[in-house]
């Protein structure tokens, strides 16, 4: 039984501010999106969203569903509620209200046209975590993660495309909490079925053509294969996981521009740097181009480029970057270890870059195997153990746990068993198996489920290779869409190689994000840096620490690096700025 709103609000409380919380108190699915929303640094207090831009309302999706919605919107006749349709990233398309006092509300909240309510941007919610767990969603009241959604409640249902099978956007039913029924997520469930047999429907004879023309090239080939027409874009898992956004636009534009004649074979050189050949194949309607399959081959994963600044950014691996003795090194020796097989332990601190290190070696030596990520902060799902079971005895590719010091006693014992079962079955196709934990992790129980694991690979924190920020910030641009847009001045870039990095390459990359809300072409100025990229500080601060250091750099920066200056305008004596500008490492702008 759902606990009443009261007695979730308290465990919502007591999950925020880091104390134990009862299983039986929340539903599984809601705790596991909290924790998700928690490793993701998600804000619980506000909700500030970057506005994506101006949505294409000229797809097949919202050209289907638009009858639908606008139906349902009838039949609502001026009930409080919103219907929502959403891309697969959550990022919204349309919206539909009834009443005003609603719409206000969703208004204040950004749920609204060319912003994403995915749950990496605003925790848990009926449309990130549908999308999250590929199923309907209900989330009410103080389920949300962000507490301006707790007077909410929503469903969420992802919408699957009737041919391809792939999600291709949601559609949500938001209203007051107090008005939330039962019928809720029937209601949901039944909107997005009908969206479907309108794709269906829509669904034309070249679109047709096109998808089994991709699907036979997809099954002749193990490497990178997308389609596209005038309304249709298809890309395999291989595509999106191994080309940033940048590099994926940039094929997109190049296969737009193909010739009619078969087929056109092309050597390019990638914003990211990466070199392919591009092979486009027109698919014909009676005469009529209706669309073009292309293939792409990487012709040389450590080709280099420079961008403005002359920095040279070397690829080691797919979608890695990087060129300091001890990443090189910590690349090499994962590659070394999945050449021979063995079960591997990557641990270093959060943010270095495990995961992104193992796919990329799996990406290098089984482009077209499965590569399977399970996290220990699902582990109190109740299948989440039959899953890592069911991964290791009958799936083959790549098998990463995540996170797996986070396990108590009794799971580290059910994991042990899964893998000394699965070494016992002795399948040739079994995956390659890697555990990755925090340095110094340890336990008793840690340290048996370890002893099935010849060998143990640290990654390095970026402050031990920190001269690779002059190829991580122009490959991290680019993957955030700016590639070419925008450049690092020397100014800023020497802020940054001077800051500690306590979150390490995950911080770099949220740093960036920031920097792009408001500064997009040109070039980045330390002006443009948080507060966090002009700190050499190197431990993480707590959140009133961040607040602190935060006002102390804008003052800073409004005073023009006079402290004394600044210390008058926040209240403080200049004795006491001078300290806190040491303990929390402040470069502080020349005065």
Not at 537 to 562: F, K, T, Y
Request: overall charge neutral.
């Amino acid at each position: 039984m759902r606990a009443d709103a009261a007695d979730l609000a308290v465990t919502r409380e007591r999950f925020l501010t880091a104390e134990l919380v009862e299983p039986t108190r929340v539903r599984n699915p809601i705790l596991a999106s909290w924790r998700r929303s928690r490793d993701q640094n998600v804000a619980a207090d506000h909700i500030e969203l970057p506005y994506t831009g101006d949505p294409n309302l000229d797809i097949p999706l919202t050209r289907s569903a638009d009858r639908v919605l606008h139906s349902l919107l009838e039949q609502l006749d001026g009930q409080p509620m919103s219907i929502v349709l959403t891309d697969p990233t959550g990022v919204v398309l349309t919206r539909l209200t009834g009443d005003a006092g609603l719409e206000r509300h969703l208004d204040a909240v950004l749920l609204a046209p060319g912003f994403s309510y995915s749950e990496e941007s605003v925790g848990t919610n009926g449309i990130g975590t549908a999308l999250e767990a590929g199923g309907p969603m209900h989330v009410f009241g103080h389920e949300h993660y962000a507490e301006n959604l707790e007077d909410l409640a929503c469903a969420g249902v992802p919408i699957h495309h009737p041919v391809t099978g792939k999600t291709v956007g949601a559609v949500d039913l938001t209203c007051w909490r107090k008005d939330a029924g039962p019928l809720l997520v029937t209601l949901a469930k039944s909107t997005a079925d009908q969206i479907r047999q309108a794709l269906r429907t829509d669904t034309g004879v070249r679109e047709t053509e096109l998808l089994h023309e991709y699907l036979r090239t997809c099954r002749r080939t193990a490497g990178i294969v997308f389609a596209m027409s005038d309304d249709v874009v298809m890309m395999n898992d291989l595509a999106r996981t191994m080309l940033s956004p940048a590099d994926q636009a940039a094929l997109l534009r190049l296969a737009g521009d193909a010739p009619p004649e078969p087929p056109s074979s092309t050597v390019l050189q990638l914003p990211t740097g990466i070199t392919v050949r591009m092979q486009a194949r027109p698919v014909s309607d009676r005469g009529r181009g209706s669309g073009v399959v292309v293939q792409v081959k990487l012709v040389d994963l450590t080709t280099t480029r420079r961008d403005e600044g002359g920095t040279t950014a070397r690829m080691l691996l797919p979608a890695l970057v990087g060129s300091g003795a001890l990443w090189r090194r910590a690349c090499d020796d994962v590659e070394s270890v999945y050449r021979s097989g063995e079960l591997l332990a990557l641990e270093g601190e959060a943010g270095v870059g495990k995961l992104a290190l193992l796919r990329a070696v799996h990406q290098r030596r089984n482009p077209a195997g499965r590569f399977s990520a399970l996290d220990a902060a699902d582990a109190a799902e109740e299948r989440w153990l039959t899953t890592v079971r069911r991964t290791l005895l009958e799936e083959s590719g790549t098998a990463v746990i995540r996170h797996v010091d986070r396990l108590d006693g009794v799971r580290l014992r059910s994991v042990s068993a899964a893998l000394q079962e699965a070494a016992d079955a002795g399948r040739q196709q079994a995956p390659w198996v890697a555990v990755t934990l925090r340095s110094g992790a340890e336990g008793k129980g840690l340290e048996r489920l370890l002893r099935m694991f010849p060998r143990t690979v640290e990654v390095p924190p970026l402050r031990h290779h920190v001269e690779d920020l002059q190829q991580l910030v122009p490959f991290f641009l680019a993957r955030l869409g700016y590639g070419g847009a925008l450049t690092c001045s020397p100014e800023a870039m020497q802020l940054l190689m001077r800051a500690a990095w306590p979150g390490n390459v995950e911080q770099v990359l949220q740093v960036l994000r920031q920097v792009v809300l408001h500064r997009r072409t040109g070039s980045v100025q330390p002006g443009d840096l948080p507060p966090e990229a002009r700190t050499v500080s190197r431990r993480l601060l707590s959140p009133l620490e961040s607040l602190e250091r935060d006002a102390i750099v804008r003052s800073l920066l409004d005073a023009g690096g006079n402290k004394a200056e600044a210390a008058r305008g926040l209240g403080m004596s200049r004795a006491t700025i001078y300290r806190k500008i040491h303990e929390y490492g402040i470069v502080a702008p020349v005065g």
